[in-house]
């Protein structure tokens, strides 16, 4: 199930070659907080066995493999290979950089409880049906990929409301953030 063996194999596999390594993984995105730790971990594994057996794999290569592992690998894979901001459309497999003049602090605030994916996505379609909120054109995604700096309200997340349909506390604790700091409190994933 890792993603990170799965990537393993499937550039193997691609490569139709043996690549033996030891891997050693190190956590540091916490487990469901819906910000592609997996992902992540699987978009690493691709590039660092490309470098590794000098494979010189092409963009439209890792975009390929890549795929067969999730959507958002794609752009991890773009990250690690110097392009670490993008507007992702498709099932991924489109990637624009847009990159970040400044940096842009965050601070996660990690509840005990997370949101299984399948759920949120059927109370998505169960609450939006064919109104769903989507910007085909990317317009106000762009938008806001060129604001500098992004100011902390504009932020938004489609899945915010239809995971706290799933998972009523994430609700709770979403406006006891935001009452207790002041501040935009954003959800981020599928509601992990």
Known sequence: KDLAFRAHALIASHVNRNLPVHVTL??????GAGLGGGSSDAAAMLVGLDRLFDLALD?????????????DVAFLV????????????GLGEHIT????REPM????????????????????DRLH????????????V???????????????????DPACEVEPRLRDAWHRARE?????????????
């Open 105 to 124: 602090p965050i601070v996660l605030i990690v509840p005990p409880f997370g949101c299984p994916t399948g759920p949120v996505y059927q109370a998505f």
């Open 59 to 71: 963009q439209s290569t890792f975009v390929e493999v890549a795929s067969q592992l999730g959507s």
């Open 78 to 89: 773009g990250a690690l290979r110097g392009a670490p901001s993008a507007v992702v459309s």
């Open 26 to 31: 190190t956590k540091r995105i916490p487990p």
């Open 97 to 100: 950089p847009a990159p970040r």
């Open 129 to 140: 049906g064919d109104a769903a909120p989507v910007d085909p054109d990317l317009a106000r």
């Open 180 to 192: 207790s700091l002041g501040l935009p409190v954003h959800v981020t994933g599928s509601g992990s």
């Open 142 to 160: 762009t938008q806001l990929a060129s604001l500098s700096p992004l100011p902390q309200d504009a932020p938004f997340n489609d899945l915010a």
